[in-house]
């Protein structure tokens, strides 16, 4: 992130960059040591169009992942775990038999998605737990005006990022009517001075006459 602000690019721009990045070397990870340059960049270029579709559809499902972990950790790692099973070379590991589709071995594919399957099904059972303990202890969540100021501010006290606090204060600051012209003569004094919010279809007819 210090380095996509270096850049000049937008808080938004640059945690896509790091998230980006990390996909790539996510991809890479289960296939390190076992494949070769060429097939690593396709592990890459596979990983950066399976993340950010999968992350684009955290918006239509509607759960919550501020971190893209499902998006990016959970399947950029699936992609990398089955491409090693398609692109593992013996010849690079060292290893007999340890090669992959590509060379000479598809039941590696087949022992990968069975790997792939454990660790899935491992990670939803313990997540599952841990959250149901957590939310029977404090909670999941924090309150609809919280998330709208950001947690950064309403639970750690601390601005994350300027440009997103200014935005999302703005939902919280905006009034809800205009407030009172000035140039309206039925205005009382003080509800110029003050800036309170001003009701319009109130009319009001002055008195006739001077007082006793």
């Known amino acids: 992130m210090a380095s996509a602000g270096s850049a000049g690019l937008s808080p938004r721009r640059g945690f896509g960059a790091a998230s980006g990045a990390v996909a790539g070397l996510v991809a890479i990870t289960p296939a390190s040591g076992f494949v070769g340059p ?16 999968a992350v684009n559809l955290k918006s239509r499902l509607g ?30 590991s060292g290893v ?9 071995e598809p039941g590696q594919v087949l022992r990968q ?3 792939i399957g454990a660790t899935w099904g491992f990670s939803f059972v313990m ?25 950064d501010v309403s639970q750690h006290g601390e601005r994350a990022y300027a440009e997103a606090l200014q935005s999302s204060l703005e939902p919280l600051t905006a009034p809800k009517q205009p407030p009172a012209p000035v140039s309206d003569p039925f205005v009382r004094k003080s509800l110029r001075e ?3 919010r001003y009701n319009p279809p109130r009319h009001v007819v002055p008195e006739e006459g001077g007082g006793s």
């Open 113 to 115: 998605l069975a790997a």
């Open 194 to 196: 003050e800036g309170t």
């Open 63 to 92: 759960y919550d992942d501020s971190l893209d972990v499902v998006g990016v950790h959970g399947v950029g790692g699936t992609w990398g775990a089955l491409a090693t099973g398609i692109f593992a070379v013996a010849s690079v």
């Open 127 to 151: 997540t599952f737990g841990i959250l149901k303990a957590l939310d029977l202890v404090m909670g999941l969540r924090v309150s609809h005006e919280e998330e709208l100021v950001g947690v």
């Open 38 to 53: 060429i097939a690593s960049i396709i592990i890459g270029i596979g990983g950066g169009v399976f993340c950010f579709f």
């Open 96 to 104: 007999a038999g340890a090669g992959g589709l590509i060379d000479g």
